[in-house]
C-alpha cells in the first residue's frame, strides 16, 4: 500500500487560514522561531509539501537551505497577507538553474 503524505501551511493567522477550507493543514505562527520550530516538527512527520510565507521565509534563509535539496518535505514559498515578495519566483528560478544549468524563465 502507498504512504499517504500531508501537505501543510505555516504563516500568519491571516494568510493560512483560508487553506483550511481546501482541506491543508494549517500552522498559524507569529515569529519566525515558530516557524522554524513548526517546520523542523513537521519535516519529521508524514509532511511531503510546505508552503510557507514569503515573509516568513525572508527571516529563516538557514531553513530553507537545510531542506532546499531534500525529497521531503519540500517547502514551496507563497505570498502572504502583504502580496508577493518576490522571493518564491527568485527560488523557483535557481531551482530550475540548478537543474537544467541555464536560465530558462
Same mark, same amino acid.
Given at each position: 500500500m502507498a504512504a499517504t503524505y500531508s501537505i501543510a501551511v505555516v504563516g500568519d493567522w491571516d494568510s493560512v487560514m483560508g487553506f483550511r477550507?481546501?482541506?491543508?493543514?494549517?500552522?498559524?505562527?507569529? /515569529?519566525?522561531?515558530?516557524?522554524?520550530?513548526?517546520?523542523?516538527? *513537521? =519535516? %519529521? /512527520?508524514?509532511?511531503?509539501?510546505?508552503?510557507?510565507?514569503?515573509? *516568513? =521565509? %525572508?527571516?529563516m534563509p538557514d531553513v530553507l537551505d537545510r531542506y532546499k535539496d531534500e525529497l521531503r518535505p519540500a517547502i514551496i514559498l507563497i505570498p502572504g497577507r502583504e502580496g508577493s515578495l518576490g522571493i518564491g519566483r527568485d527560488n523557483i528560478q535557481r531551482a530550475i538553474e540548478r537543474a537544467v544549468g541555464a536560465d530558462i524563465l
Amino acid at each position: 500500500m502507498a504512504a499517504t503524505y500531508s501537505i501543510a501551511v505555516v504563516g500568519d493567522w491571516d494568510s493560512v487560514m483560508g487553506f483550511r477550507a481546501l482541506g491543508l493543514e494549517t500552522h498559524p505562527v507569529r /515569529t519566525p522561531d515558530q516557524a522554524r520550530e513548526e517546520i523542523k516538527r *513537521l =519535516a %519529521k /512527520t508524514d509532511c511531503a509539501v510546505i508552503y510557507l510565507t514569503e515573509t *516568513l =521565509a %525572508k527571516a529563516m534563509p538557514d531553513v530553507l537551505d537545510r531542506y532546499k535539496d531534500e525529497l521531503r518535505p519540500a517547502i514551496i514559498l507563497i505570498p502572504g497577507r502583504e502580496g508577493s515578495l518576490g522571493i518564491g519566483r527568485d527560488n523557483i528560478q535557481r531551482a530550475i538553474e540548478r537543474a537544467v544549468g541555464a536560465d530558462i524563465l
